[in-house]
């Protein structure tokens, strides 16, 4: 009787310990920064996407936070060290981490969330293109020499200036929010230029002597993704109906904002509190340019580039190299 009730106790902890070594996270938490390129997330987390997805794959109540970070490279941090499961951001910091984390964490794309182009807006009547700037001129953007406001900075440099020029704008830049870069070309002091995203970049070109100099599909060579999700192979791995339960989410968020829009920046406004007006929004979303979409595009030219300039070491021989599978089927670049 002794034997068989040690034998239970020692099954007990036995079964005890395979279930919490089965077990996967209670909570998954998300960083973005801000803008309507994150529409995909923003609509998941409105309608609790993620939790209904959860739920069907017998997760329980898991929930979704999201927490909104101005820099991309506060957003990295966060990941890096454990703070966050899931990031989204500009392809260069996705680029730039996925090759620094092979072999450990390595960081792969779940899938991009948007293509959009970027406008480097002035304030300053003598600059009419990247040629005018001068040690004068300061240009906000979100990351200095990381971010993809950086980075195409960079490459637009390049393409002007001639090779080896891609760093010439460099110390002109200054790391600012999208909000506070917007705020700060508009108080008309030390900033004079703000290369951003939408919908602050649209919002800028509604005052008076404001204007763009730089489209980032012009050196891109046409659109781009702009911002991507991504997390660790050792997260996916550890929790696989976790992560499929966030593909399931972010893939109906995504239909759902192309069959209905307009619902799509009313759940925006409603998450953000953002103090815009749902028809000048709704103008952006539905601007061709703007494209909300899990298939990467244009993102191995910034491979490439990074590659050339040495901000990488190592490059992937294909884009579907630094996706998960979920995403490999679809017509990438």
């Known amino acids: 009787m002794r034997t068989s009730l040690r034998?239970?106790?020692?099954?007990?902890v036995t079964l005890?310990?395979?279930?919490?070594?089965g077990a996967e996270v209670s909570e998954v938490r998300l960083a973005t920064a801000h803008g309507i390129g994150y529409l995909p997330l923003i609509v998941m987390e409105h309608h609790k996407l993620f939790e209904k997805h959860a739920k069907a794959a017998g997760l329980g109540d898991v929930k979704l936070t999201r927490a909104t970070i101005g820099l991309g490279t506060a957003i990295q941090d966060a990941l890096l060290s454990g703070s966050v499961h899931f990031a989204a951001g500009g392809v260069p910091p996705f680029v730039t981490l996925w090759s620094r984390t092979i072999g450990n964490l390595d960081i792969k794309s779940v899938g991009a969330l948007s293509s959009m182009p970027q406008f480097l807006n002035t304030r300053n009547p003598n600059v009419k293109t990247i040629r005018d700037f001068t040690e004068k001129d300061r240009i906000a953007l979100?990351?200095?020499?990381s971010s993809i406001h950086a980075i195409t900075l960079q490459m637009a440099a390049e393409q002007v200036f001639g090779a080896g020029n891609q760093f010439k704008l460099d110390p002109l830049t200054v790391a600012l929010s999208h909000p506070d870069g917007m705020a700060a070309l508009l108080s008309g002091q030390e900033i004079t230029s703000h290369f951003t995203s939408p919908p602050f970049q649209y919002q800028e070109l509604e005052k008076p002597g404001i204007r763009t100099v730089l489209n980032s599909y012009d050196v891109l060579g046409g659109p781009a993704t702009?911002?991507?999700?991504?997390?660790s192979?050792?997260?996916a791995d550890a929790n696989p109906k976790t992560y499929g339960a966030f593909v399931a989410a972010l893939d109906e968020a995504m239909k759902s904002i192309n069959a209905n829009k307009r619902a799509a920046v009313e759940a925006y406004l409603s998450v953000t509190k953002e103090k815009s007006a749902v028809d000048d929004l709704l103008r952006i979303v539905n601007d061709p340019q703007n494209i909300y979409t899990l298939t990467p595009q244009n993102t191995m030219k910034y491979v490439e580039f990074m590659h050339k300039v040495g901000t990488i070491k190592v490059k992937p021989a294909s884009w579907r190299d630094m996706f998960f599978p979920n995403v490999h089927n679809l017509?990438?670049?």
Do not use: E, H, Y
Request: charged share 10%; net charge positive.
């Open 16 to 21: 005890g310990v395979m279930r919490m070594a």
């Open 142 to 145: 979100a990351g200095v020499k």
């Open 7 to 12: 034998m239970m106790a020692v099954l007990a």
């Open 226 to 231: 702009f911002l991507m999700v991504w997390t």
């Open 331 to 333: 017509p990438g670049s």
């Open 233 to 235: 192979q050792r997260f």
